[in-house]
């Protein structure tokens, strides 16, 4: 907004003069717990995978499994593809997928920010879509290397979805097209729903702000539908939305006059439960105008499902460990608030003497323990589920340390496992 001070990166949007009762027309859903545990595990492992995929295909040239440390050269010279938008596109497309899988829906997933072509480009890999039309990205270790490797340089997939990608009918190279070409796929395909994401930048567009209309030009009992997903993750590149300054009520109010419903989708603790059952509703909503006005009983205005979905919260806790003289890293925060406060940053305190190097961690407070530590308390006071065990979780991690500092005392020397490489389960 004129003349404001952003005082941290994704800024919360200021509260309109709209009043509260506007509130009322977003759609509230009970979604605690939709998803079976099954899912929720089959679902969350799928975005995981594809996510790492993604990142690796913006940042690694070899290496792609991280089997050794990690060095300059495995980076690729030249990055391309946008990391920021890939996280939510693959956190549709993975629901997306799966209610495909069970159900007998017919859908095409229409993606404006084309420039997340690695998000996409991973799931297709995982679902061997890519490997059914390119043998040489199947689903094993040398396809995945192919896809990784080449992303992004002569030979291999460009950083938009172009052309080659299979099922693609709209490239998002220009930014703006998206809701338009969903509209278009619809018609006279009375089965098909389109979710069709569209960033939050790209909805600056004037194209997309035509297109919001769209549905005006849908005829339910011949047309399928579409479902148009905003995703406000709150940048357009290195720039803020207007979207992601606008308030709920104001953007209720604005989908409302379109003539929406308008759910938000915001819990990011949940978000796998949210998502779920806002699409689920968005789906049965659009069954339940198709199903009302195909007997020949045309219905005047109906009101289609949009899904505004926040994906980012901004105000995470962030500790550095710094295995040196802070003075830089406090430098960098001087007369920043908001990042003052989000920001905690351990060093050595010039504690210890001649003893082991775990040990002169353990005195500093900047083990491995502490880091734990710092994490859960960070966590506790952003998250209730978090803050629940919180005391319990760090007077374990207390017990540990005490362990590993006495074995030290006894032994002269660091247990054998603390140089052993971690694995992640
Ligand atoms: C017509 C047009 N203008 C400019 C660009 C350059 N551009 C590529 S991505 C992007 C930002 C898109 O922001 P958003 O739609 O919010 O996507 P996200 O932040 O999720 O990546 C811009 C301006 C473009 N692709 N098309």
């Known amino acids: 907004m004129p003349g404001q001070q952003l005082t941290q990166p994704n800024t919360p949007p200021d509260p309109s003069h709209i009043p509260d009762s506007i509130s009322q027309q977003a759609v509230q859903l009970e979604y605690k717990n939709f998803l079976n545990q099954d899912d929720l595990i089959s679902i969350q492992s799928f975005r995981r995978a594809a996510d790492y995929i993604a990142a690796a295909m913006i940042f690694l040239r070899n290496n792609i499994f991280l089997e050794r440390d990690l060095a300059f050269d495995d980076?690729?010279?030249?990055?391309?593809?946008?990391?920021?938008?890939?996280?939510?596109?693959?956190?549709?497309?993975?629901?997306?997928?799966?209610?495909?899988?069970?159900?007998?829906?017919?859908?095409?997933?229409?993606?404006?920010?084309?420039?997340?072509?690695?998000?996409?480009?991973?799931?297709?890999?995982?679902?061997?879509?890519?490997?059914?039309?390119?043998?040489?990205?199947?689903?094993?270790?040398?396809?995945?290397?192919?896809?990784?490797?080449?992303?992004?340089?002569?030979?291999?997939?460009?950083?938009?979805?172009?052309?080659?990608?299979?099922?693609?009918?709209?490239?998002?190279?220009?930014?703006?097209?998206?809701?338009?070409?969903?509209?278009?796929?619809?018609?006279?395909?009375?089965?098909?729903?389109?979710?069709?994401?569209?960033?939050?930048?790209?909805?600056?567009?004037?194209?997309?702000?035509?297109?919001?209309?769209?549905?005006?030009?849908?005829?339910?009992?011949?047309?399928?539908?579409?479902?148009?997903?905003?995703?406000?993750?709150?940048?357009?590149?290195?720039?803020?939305?207007?979207?992601?300054?606008?308030?709920?009520?104001?953007?209720?109010?604005?989908?409302?006059?379109?003539?929406?419903?308008?759910?938000?989708?915001?819990?990011?603790?949940?978000?796998?439960?949210?998502?779920?059952?806002?699409?689920?509703?968005?789906?049965?909503?659009?069954?339940?105008?198709?199903?009302?006005?195909?007997?020949?009983?045309?219905?005047?205005?109906?009101?289609?499902?949009?899904?505004?979905?926040?994906?980012?919260?901004?105000?995470?806790?962030v500790h550095f460990n710094y295995h040196g003289y802070p003075f830089e890293l406090q430098g960098l925060l001087f007369g920043r608030p908001g990042l003052m406060e989000r920001v905690t940053i351990a060093r050595y305190k010039e504690e210890g003497t001649t003893t082991s190097p775990f040990d002169m961690m353990l005195c500093n407070n900047i083990s491995r323990f502490d880091v734990a530590t710092a994490a859960i308390r960070g966590g506790s006071r952003v998250s209730p589920k978090v803050a629940v065990n919180a005391h319990i979780e760090m007077s374990a991690l207390r017990h540990e340390a005490k362990k590993v500092q006495d074995y030290i005392y006894k032994h002269g020397e660091d247990p054998e496992e603390t140089y052993a490489t971690p694995s992640f389960d």
């Not at 690695?118 to 094993?140: H, M, Q, V």
């Not at 992004?152 to 172009?162: A, D, E, K, L, M």
């Open 75 to 317: 980076i690729k010279p030249r990055l391309l593809g946008h990391w920021g938008t890939c996280p939510g596109l693959v956190l549709i497309y993975a629901r997306l997928n799966k209610i495909v899988c069970d159900t007998d829906v017919e859908m095409l997933y229409v993606v404006g920010p084309g420039h997340g072509a690695p998000g996409i480009l991973a799931c297709l890999w995982l679902e061997d879509s890519l490997g059914t039309f390119w043998p040489k990205y199947s689903r094993n270790y040398e396809g995945l290397f192919n896809l990784i490797a080449t992303f992004s340089v002569p030979g291999g997939f460009p950083s938009h979805i172009n052309g080659q990608t299979p099922g693609a009918i709209h490239e998002g190279g220009e930014s703006g097209y998206a809701l338009s070409v969903a509209f278009g796929a619809a018609m006279d395909n009375p089965d098909l729903i389109i979710p069709c994401v569209i960033g939050d930048g790209e909805a600056e567009s004037g194209p997309t702000a035509a297109a919001w209309h769209g549905f005006k030009y849908i005829d339910p009992a011949e047309s399928g539908a579409v479902l148009p997903i905003l995703h406000i993750n709150g940048f357009k590149i290195s720039e803020r939305t207007i979207y992601g300054a606008m308030d709920d009520r104001e953007l209720v109010s604005l989908f409302v006059g379109y003539g929406y419903q308008p759910r938000i989708v915001e819990d990011m603790e949940n978000i796998d439960h949210d998502l779920a059952a806002s699409l689920s509703w968005a789906i049965s909503e659009i069954h339940k105008i198709q199903h009302a006005t195909r007997p020949g009983s045309p219905i005047v205005k109906p009101c289609w499902p949009v899904i505004l979905l926040r994906a980012l919260k901004e105000d995470r806790p």
